[in-house]
């Protein structure tokens, strides 16, 4: 089992950054891989980001590239999203996901993939 714990959401005017943070308790954190989601009110839970075991390989969405980094301190057992240029259409609850996995190249992009969850952390940018 790994519990997943984000912190770092808020309030923030467009053009804004937050750094949303993934705690980790439970497991080897080297050992998962941990993809970020997020979940606008009415619409589907959406691939934001996602980063490999060792945090050489990352992928994000389209819509996050140049603006969102995907980042671990797996001494700290810990997972960010250094959010920046944020949008109002950024508004959304942001999950932290995570998949143990033996390679250590491989990211998903898929939430089905992912075995464990955050609650969330709810990020608002007002216009």
């Known amino acids: 089992q790994v519990q997943l714990v984000e912190s770092g959401g808020g309030l923030v005017q467009a053009g804004g950054s937050l750094r949303l943070s993934c705690a980790a308790s439970?497991?080897?954190?080297?050992?998962?891989?941990v993809g970020w989601f997020r979940q606008a009110p009415g619409k589907e839970r959406e691939y934001v980001a996602a980063i490999s075991r060792n945090g050489g390989i990352t992928d994000y969405t389209d819509s996050v590239k140049g603006r969102f980094t995907i980042s671990r301190d797996n001494a700290k057992n810990t997972v960010y999203l250094q959010m920046n240029s944020l949008k109002p259409e950024d508004t959304a609850v942001y999950f932290c996901a995570a998949k143990g996995v033996i390679a250590t190249t491989s990211v998903y992009t898929e939430a089905v993939a992912y075995d464990y969850w955050g609650q969330g952390t709810q990020v608002t940018v007002s216009s």
């Open positions: 439970g497991r080897t954190f080297s050992n998962y891989i």
